[in-house]
Nanobody, 120 residues
Framework: QVQLVESGGGSVQAGGSLRLSCVAS?????MGWFRQAPGKEREGVAA????????YYHDSAKGRFTISQDNAKNTLYLQMNSLKPEDTAMYYC????????????????WGQGTQVTVSS
């Protein structure tokens, strides 16, 4: 069974930090983080090619967020620093076996999400 389980969301004040985790079953070519706020479209935040470590970031995340992996634990992380109210959203972990990008429709498997709320 394919399973992606996110954790680490919560409520934090602007300027604070959170680290999201995604425990994944199976082997993947690419894993990524996406977010969606109420009334807004889904947005790709960061993605990682598991074999090479190559990373992709949305412009809004560059310099503040870091995507990483722990292969021994089959876990993907998103370290989020200098959080802003506009980062408030449901964050989803996604995985794919063939391609890697920040386009959500390229991913075949998704977790249930973890809520991040940033207050001013």
């Amino acid at each position: 069974q394919v399973q992606l389980v996110e954790s680490g969301g919560g409520s934090v004040q602007a300027g604070g930090s959170l680290r999201l985790s995604c425990v994944a079953s199976g082997a993947w070519f690419c894993m990524g983080w996406f977010r969606q706020a109420p009334g807004k479209e889904r947005e790709g935040v960061a993605a990682l090619v598991t074999g090479s470590g190559r990373t992709y970031y949305h412009d809004s995340a560059k310099g503040r967020f870091t995507i990483s992996q722990d292969n021994a634990k089959n876990t993907l992380y998103l370290q989020m620093n200098s959080l802003k109210p506009e980062d408030t959203a449901m964050y989803y972990c996604a995985a794919d076996r063939q391609i890697c990008s920040l386009a959500g429709d390229n991913y075949n498997y998704w977790g249930q999400g973890t809520q991040v709320t940033v207050s001013s």
